[in-house]
């Protein structure tokens, strides 16, 4: 059997990968093998065998890139390993770029689970359609009589006769 | 169990917590760091955290077939020494292999590792032959080499672990056995590592206790000094025996003096429950006495003190551990039932109490709670106790109590608040409210605790522990404002051939009667009728053996009348269970006769599984979970397509010899196969396992398809009555029985992360879409829109009718959107089960989660339409309706004054 290593390193997404330590694993095809990550972000999974491996670092609080793993042995018989970004739900492209090894893995995102409240706003006040209404009658009540006044009264003759 | 956590000693918070893949078999603590040993079927993991931060420091795997059997530090080195399978290797941390490693003894079970100096001694038991007694077997190892020094055979007749044997490691003196052979007072001490003499032989007073023979004959030997860090010079163990009918529990020092071991009497306890070794020679023991724990401190300053518990919540106290803050003991208890508790000096009261029972919860039922009732209502209850208002009485009861309140806040200040939601002070867990947010979440746990918990706050409302293992709870009777009839909840657990049925009042949780039923159960369900003498829902359990049948519970006569009364058909499986190759459909024979508690059953189909597939598991729709509100999906040209809606669809899941899954959905009245589907390829096994949920015509499953690419896929099948547009099944009466195959639409989507636990929310008349719930391995629960999970959604993009329909275009991989994530940034670890449950408002469905750990949340999939929004402003209301009335009230002199003018013009 294989290990398989790997780091998680900082960038501006996670800065201090030790709180990772007991918030997230590495895990291989969603729960068959799990790897515990350390303080310095390294993790170990053990016990892998040739083939096609789905390495995701399943967290609480980021979200990272999911892996597809080859574990090969080459000419020599030395063991090697190809890995490469996959989306879950698409093919795993063969033309992807291989990564080096041991992985290096960096968070692609924190988890925003709040949707902010929506404050105070002019403008969704006058979008709500019941607020259009009372400015249709607002118009009606105060600048139609304008409107009125302001024609020739003959045409208002003319009109009121039709 | 398979967590391990931290917890701090002053308030009993958890400091950090890892949940491993597999079982933790030894757990080690040693200055700052803390060794798990655990093992899956092939492989033996060792694990050393960080005691600080719950980081790994570092961890060692092997396959080893036996697992991994015990595991020891090797005194000032970072090194561990462990038996892994039927070997005993060396481990440097961060290192992939062993410093070396020694094929042990395949006839012996290696269970204790003692590493003194340069040897490293394996004891582990032999089992007794024909030949020979039970004894022990002791490799002496090199701990630098590896290379065997001696082995030999020792303490004849006694085994580790067996009540009659110590294991004693001091730094200074070397290690020891000391045991006492069965039908013999002679104490024998074996010195590990020497062979001639095998063995000292001290009189029965070593101890310094003395002793009639029969009492020591019955008295048995426990380590104390588990931990050797803790206590390296002088280990302890103890001694406990009964006299006179009082258990008394001594506490034994060994010691050296010149050539010769010594053994002195430290302490010593009455009918102590549990003792634990602390630093400094301090021991503690725990006594569960009536109405509370005792516990004493000896060796150094004494201490003792005592706390109210009532055993019959979580049972006597079984282990106890002890740890100094500052120079204070403070004695952590563990309870047969799960509980914990921090005991110190100056309380009568726990420090802190944790419900560990949760963490083994099988079983949970929500009780609704009645709403609160004004005290108008109380009074009008008062004066007239027979009447039960109408529901319109109470309102209008509750409205003149509501403007009684209004005038009241009027006249002491103003006191209106901004916001929607009212009623969120915190009250009793046992209060209700309008809304029917507050429910009491009932637990029933395999360690025999049913403990209620308010759904707002996690608040504990009571618990109870009934000793045998609880497997189902169930509400038998519902609370009903302004009544005087308690509201039931009924335990189901199982000894080694009876059934036990508890029931307890559901808001005090005194037990209202317990019945130990003389058969073990397969399964147990509602009945659709209640007992004429309690008001309970009747319960039916599921009987293989001798015969199958429909026991009835309450057990009586009238019971059984009911039963027959209410003249439904009764169909019930068997064989339904994991592994089974076929399920039986049975159907239970009401007669006239009602001499027995139970039904007769007669067989009325059976579903052969096909030729090399067995059962991985059953589905069917939780309680309610197949009502709807619209009879059919409305489609973009204004046609309907029909629902099949059957509640006795069950979804079976079948492990192919062949390799992949089938799954089969089939009636459970008739047998009859509605649809089948195989999943070639697809893994189900203790990593990855099959989960499914039915809700509507709806059924979901979700399992692991290896190869390239892999994932874990979603399938979700609906089932129509027909493929064609407005046709439907006319009849007013369906039956089971009636031959009708529904239509199904089914497709597969890819879920974001490996899920434990499927769940579907529910809302009161089901007009609210539905989110499927996803307890994900992470530890979040995600809660997706149906429509996201909808078979119809096209593959190309939508046309305008199917635009109208509401369809968007398909795509495989589900979203982790964290905005639809419940539990927001809790972790909320190894859930097994997901429920939900209706409110009284339509919009908002109960979430609970529970496995490891506990989680409730309320969630309204299609938005909190039916409620003011938070930030609704009561006090601007008002204020703008007052402004109003008042320029009303200014401007009609001035009108008046106008038009009066204009009469004058």
């Given at each position: 059997?294989?290990?398989?290593?790997?780091?998680?390193?900082?960038?501006?997404?996670?800065?201090?990968?030790?709180?990772?330590?007991?918030?997230?694993?590495?895990?291989?095809?969603?729960?068959?093998?799990?790897?515990?990550?350390?303080?310095?972000?390294?993790?170990?999974?053990?016990?892998?065998?040739?083939?096609?491996?789905?390495?995701?670092?399943?967290?609480?609080?980021?979200?990272?890139?999911?892996?597809?793993?080859?574990?090969?042995?080459?000419?020599?018989?030395?063991?090697?390993?190809?890995?490469?970004?996959?989306?879950?739900?698409?093919?795993?492209?063969?033309?992807?770029?291989?990564?080096?090894?041991?992985?290096?893995?960096?968070?692609?995102?924190?988890?925003?689970?709040?949707?902010?409240?929506?404050?105070?706003?002019?403008?969704?006040?006058?979008?709500?359609?019941?607020?259009?209404?009372?400015?249709?009658?607002?118009?009606?009540?105060?600048?139609?009589?304008?409107?009125?006044?302001?024609?020739?009264?003959?045409?208002?003759?003319?009109?009121?006769?039709? | 169990?398979?967590?391990?956590?931290?917890?701090?000693?002053?308030?009993?918070?958890?400091?950090?917590?890892?949940?491993?893949?597999?079982?933790?078999?030894?757990?080690?603590?040693?200055?700052?760091?803390?060794?798990?040993?655990?093992?899956?079927?092939?492989?033996?993991?060792?694990?050393?955290?960080?005691?600080?931060?719950?980081?790994?420091?570092?961890?060692?795997?092997?396959?080893?077939?036996?697992?991994?059997?015990?595991?020891?530090?090797?005194?000032?080195?970072?090194?561990?020494?462990?038996?892994?399978?039927?070997?005993?290797?060396?481990?440097?941390?961060?290192?992939?292999?062993?410093?070396?490693?020694?094929?042990?003894?395949?006839?012996?079970?290696?269970?204790?590792?003692?590493?003194?100096?340069?040897?490293?001694?394996?004891?582990?038991?032999?089992?007794?032959?024909?030949?020979?007694?039970?004894?022990?077997?002791?490799?002496?190892?090199?701990?630098?080499?590896?290379?065997?020094?001696?082995?030999?055979?020792?303490?004849?007749?006694?085994?580790?672990?067996?009540?009659?044997?110590?294991?004693?490691?001091?730094?200074?003196?070397?290690?020891?056995?000391?045991?006492?052979?069965?039908?013999?007072?002679?104490?024998?001490?074996?010195?590990?590592?020497?062979?001639?003499?095998?063995?000292?032989?001290?009189?029965?007073?070593?101890?310094?206790?003395?002793?009639?023979?029969?009492?020591?004959?019955?008295?048995?030997?426990?380590?104390?000094?588990?931990?050797?860090?803790?206590?390296?010079?002088?280990?302890?163990?103890?001694?406990?025996?009964?006299?006179?009918?009082?258990?008394?529990?001594?506490?034994?020092?060994?010691?050296?003096?010149?050539?010769?071991?010594?053994?002195?009497?430290?302490?010593?306890?009455?009918?102590?429950?549990?003792?634990a070794a602390g630093a400094q020679r301090t021991v503690a023991a725990v006594r569960t006495s009536a109405d509370g724990v005792a516990w004493r401190v000896r060796g150094g300053a004494k201490h003792s003190g005592d706390a109210v518990y009532e055993s019959s919540t979580y049972g006597g106290v079984t282990h106890a551990a002890l740890a100094f803050v500052g120079s204070a003991p403070r004695v952590v208890v563990q309870t047969r039932g799960g509980l914990l508790a921090a005991l110190a000096g100056d309380s009568r009261e726990p420090v802190w109490t944790r419900d560990e029972s949760l963490a083994h919860a099988a079983d949970m039922a929500l009780l609704a709670l009645p709403p609160p009732a004004s005290s108008a209502e109380h009074a009008?209850?008062?004066?007239?106790?027979?009447?039960?208002?109408?529901?319109?009485?109470?309102?209008?009861?509750?409205?003149?109590?509501?403007?009684?309140?209004?005038?009241?806040?009027?006249?002491?200040?103003?006191?209106?608040?901004?916001?929607?939601?009212?009623?969120?002070?915190?009250?009793?867990?046992?209060?209700?409210?309008?809304?029917?947010?507050?429910?009491?979440?009932?637990?029933?746990?395999?360690?025999?605790?049913?403990?209620?918990?308010?759904s707002q706050d996690g608040a504990h409302a009571w618990a109870h522990y009934l000793k045998t293992r609880v497997e189902r709870v169930f509400i038998t009777r519902g609370s009903q404002a302004l009544s005087s009839a308690a509201p039931i909840v009924v335990a189901v657990g199982r000894t080694r051939n009876a059934t036990v049925v508890t029931a307890l009042d559901a808001l005090t949780g005194k037990v209202v009667s317990r019945d130990s039923l003389p058969f073990a159960y397969t399964r147990v369900f509602e009945l659709p009728a209640s007992d004429p003498v309690s008001g309970q829902r009747l319960l039916g359990f599921a009987v293989a053996e001798p015969t199958p049948r429909l026991a009835v519970w309450p057990a009586t006569a009238e019971?059984?009348?009911?039963?027959?009364?209410?003249?439904?058909?009764?169909?019930?499986?068997?064989?339904?269970?994991?592994?089974?190759?076929?399920?039986?459909?049975?159907?239970?024979?009401?007669?006239?006769?009602?001499?027995?508690?139970?039904?007769?059953?007669?067989?009325?189909?059976?579903?052969?599984?096909?030729?090399?597939?067995?059962?991985?598991?059953?589905?069917?729709?939780?309680?309610?979970?197949?009502?709807?509100?619209?009879?059919?999906?409305?489609?973009?040209?204004?046609?309907?397509?029909?629902?099949?809606?059957?509640?006795?669809?069950?979804?079976?899941?079948?492990?192919?010899?062949?390799?992949?899954?089938?799954?089969?959905?089939?009636?459970?009245?008739?047998?009859?196969?509605?649809?089948?589907?195989?999943?070639?390829?697809?893994?189900?096994?203790?990593?990855?396992?099959?989960?499914?949920?039915?809700?509507?015509?709806?059924?979901?499953?979700?399992?692991?398809?290896?190869?390239?690419?892999?994932?874990?896929?979603?399938?979700?099948?609906?089932?129509?009555?027909?493929?064609?547009?407005?046709?439907?099944?006319?009849?007013?009466?369906?039956?089971?029985?009636?031959?009708?195959?529904?239509?199904?639409?089914?497709?597969?989507?890819?879920?974001?992360?490996?899920?434990?636990?499927?769940?579907?929310?529910?809302?009161?008349?089901?007009?609210?879409?539905?989110?499927?719930?996803?307890?994900?391995?992470?530890?979040?629960?995600?809660?997706?829109?149906?429509?996201?999970?909808?078979?119809?959604?096209?593959?190309?993009?939508?046309?305008?009718?199917?635009?109208?329909?509401?369809?968007?275009?398909?795509?495989?991989?589900?979203?982790?959107?964290?905005?639809?994530?419940?539990?927001?940034?809790?972790?909320?670890?190894?859930?097994?089960?997901?429920?939900?449950?209706?409110?009284?408002?339509?919009?908002?469905?109960?979430?609970?989660?529970?496995?490891?750990?506990?989680?409730?949340?309320?969630?309204?999939?299609?938005?909190?339409?039916?409620?003011?929004?938070?930030?609704?402003?009561?006090?601007?209301?008002?204020?703008?309706?007052?402004?109003?009335?008042?320029?009303?009230?200014?401007?009609?002199?001035?009108?008046?004054?106008?038009?009066?003018?204009?009469?004058?013009?």
């Amino acid at each position: 059997t294989y290990r398989l290593r790997g780091a998680i390193l900082a960038n501006n997404v996670l800065s201090d990968v030790s709180e990772l330590a007991t918030r997230a694993h590495a895990v291989v095809n969603g729960g068959e093998h799990r790897g515990y990550i350390q303080k310095d972000g390294s993790f170990v999974v053990e016990n892998l065998t040739l083939g096609d491996w789905l390495l995701e670092i399943q967290s609480a609080d980021y979200a990272f890139p999911k892996l597809h793993v080859r574990i090969a042995t080459n000419d020599e018989g030395r063991a090697s390993v190809a890995a490469r970004y996959v989306q879950i739900g698409s093919e795993w492209s063969e033309d992807a770029p291989v990564l080096a090894y041991p992985l290096k893995i960096e968070a692609s995102a924190k988890y925003d689970f709040f949707t902010p409240r929506q404050g105070f706003s002019i403008i969704t006040m006058f979008s709500n359609p019941y607020m259009l209404m009372v400015g249709a009658s607002l118009v009606a009540i105060f600048i139609m009589p304008k409107l009125q006044a302001n024609l020739d009264p003959e045409a208002l003759k003319e009109l009121q006769e039709k | 169990r398979n967590a391990v956590a931290a917890l701090r000693a002053d308030d009993g918070q958890i400091a950090w917590r890892q949940v491993l893949s597999e079982p933790v078999g030894t757990l080690l603590a040693r200055d700052d760091r803390v060794l798990t040993l655990s093992s899956s079927s092939s492989d033996a993991h060792v694990h050393v955290w960080d005691a600080g931060s719950g980081a790994l420091a570092w961890g060692f795997s092997q396959a080893a077939g036996g697992g991994a059997r015990t595991a020891t530090f090797v005194r000032d080195s970072d090194d561990v020494i462990a038996v892994l399978g039927d070997e005993l290797v060396r481990v440097a941390p961060g290192s992939n292999t062993p410093a070396w490693s020694l094929a042990l003894n395949g006839t012996a079970a290696y269970k204790r590792i003692v590493v003194h100096g340069k040897s490293v001694f394996a004891i582990g038991n032999v089992a007794s032959t024909r030949q020979a007694k039970q004894q022990l077997h002791v490799v002496e190892v090199d701990t630098a080499s590896g290379a065997v020094k001696t082995q030999y055979s020792t303490a004849e007749g006694v085994s580790l672990g067996g009540g009659s044997l110590v294991v004693l490691e001091s730094r200074e003196y070397g290690a020891y056995l000391v045991w006492r052979e069965a039908d013999n007072i002679v104490w024998h001490i074996h010195r590990l590592g020497m062979t001639s003499p095998m063995w000292e032989i001290y009189h029965a007073k070593m101890v310094e206790v003395a002793l009639m023979p029969p009492d020591m004959l019955t008295s048995t030997i426990a380590e104390l000094d588990t931990d050797p860090g803790l206590n390296d010079a002088t280990p302890r163990f103890t001694l406990t025996y009964t006299r006179d009918g009082t258990q008394k529990t001594v506490v034994v020092e060994m010691y050296r003096t010149g050539d010769k071991l010594e053994m002195r009497k430290i302490a010593s306890f009455t009918d102590s429950t549990a003792v634990a070794a602390g630093a400094q020679r301090t021991v503690a023991a725990v006594r569960t006495s009536a109405d509370g724990v005792a516990w004493r401190v000896r060796g150094g300053a004494k201490h003792s003190g005592d706390a109210v518990y009532e055993s019959s919540t979580y049972g006597g106290v079984t282990h106890a551990a002890l740890a100094f803050v500052g120079s204070a003991p403070r004695v952590v208890v563990q309870t047969r039932g799960g509980l914990l508790a921090a005991l110190a000096g100056d309380s009568r009261e726990p420090v802190w109490t944790r419900d560990e029972s949760l963490a083994h919860a099988a079983d949970m039922a929500l009780l609704a709670l009645p709403p609160p009732a004004s005290s108008a209502e109380h009074a009008a209850k008062e004066t007239d106790p027979s009447v039960q208002p109408s529901a319109a009485i109470r309102f209008v009861l509750r409205w003149v109590a509501t403007a009684q309140a209004l005038v009241e806040s009027v006249t002491s200040g103003f006191g209106i608040g901004s916001g929607g939601h009212g009623g969120e002070h915190a009250a009793a867990p046992t209060e209700g409210d309008h809304f029917g947010f507050r429910r009491l979440a009932v637990f029933g746990s395999t360690t025999g605790v049913v403990a209620a918990v308010g759904s707002q706050d996690g608040a504990h409302a009571w618990a109870h522990y009934l000793k045998t293992r609880v497997e189902r709870v169930f509400i038998t009777r519902g609370s009903q404002a302004l009544s005087s009839a308690a509201p039931i909840v009924v335990a189901v657990g199982r000894t080694r051939n009876a059934t036990v049925v508890t029931a307890l009042d559901a808001l005090t949780g005194k037990v209202v009667s317990r019945d130990s039923l003389p058969f073990a159960y397969t399964r147990v369900f509602e009945l659709p009728a209640s007992d004429p003498v309690s008001g309970q829902r009747l319960l039916g359990f599921a009987v293989a053996e001798p015969t199958p049948r429909l026991a009835v519970w309450p057990a009586t006569a009238e019971a059984v009348r009911a039963l027959g009364a209410a003249n439904v058909p009764l169909y019930f499986e068997l064989g339904d269970g994991a592994g089974s190759t076929a399920v039986q459909g049975f159907r239970a024979e009401i007669g006239d006769d009602v001499a027995e508690p139970w039904l007769a059953a007669q067989p009325a189909w059976t579903f052969d599984l096909p030729a090399g597939e067995t059962l991985i598991s059953t589905s069917r729709y939780e309680d309610g979970a197949f009502h709807t509100a619209l009879q059919g999906r409305v489609l973009g040209d204004r046609s309907v397509l029909y629902k099949y809606i059957n509640p006795h669809v069950g979804a079976l899941a079948t492990q192919r010899s062949a390799g992949g899954i089938g799954v089969y959905l089939i009636d459970r009245v008739s047998g009859r196969l509605l649809h089948a589907a195989e999943h070639a390829g697809a893994v189900v096994s203790a990593g990855h396992p099959f989960l499914a949920t039915l809700s509507e015509n709806r059924v979901i499953y979700q399992f692991w398809q290896p190869g390239v690419p892999a994932g874990y896929v979603t399938a979700v099948v609906e089932l129509f009555e027909s493929d064609q547009p407005d046709t439907r099944d006319e009849r007013t009466e369906v039956s089971s029985l009636d031959l009708r195959l529904p239509s199904v639409v089914a497709t597969a989507f890819v879920a974001p992360e490996a899920a434990t636990a499927l769940g579907t929310t529910r809302t009161g008349s089901s007009i609210t879409t539905r989110d499927v719930l996803f307890a994900l391995a992470s530890g979040k629960l995600l809660a997706l829109p149906d429509a996201m999970l909808d078979p119809r959604r096209p593959m190309h993009a939508p046309t305008k009718d199917e635009q109208a329909e509401g369809l968007v275009a398909y795509s495989a991989p589900l979203p982790l959107d964290p905005r639809r994530v419940l539990s927001h940034s809790h972790s909320v670890a190894g859930i097994a089960h997901v429920r939900s449950a209706p409110t009284h408002l339509e919009s908002t469905s109960l979430v609970a989660a529970f496995g490891l750990d506990v989680f409730f949340t309320r969630t309204s999939p299609s938005g909190t339409f039916d409620q003011l929004s938070p930030s609704f402003s009561k006090a601007n209301l008002v204020i703008t309706s007052l402004a109003l009335v008042a320029g009303c009230l200014l401007g009609a002199p001035m009108v008046r004054r106008k038009l009066t003018n204009r009469a004058w013009a």
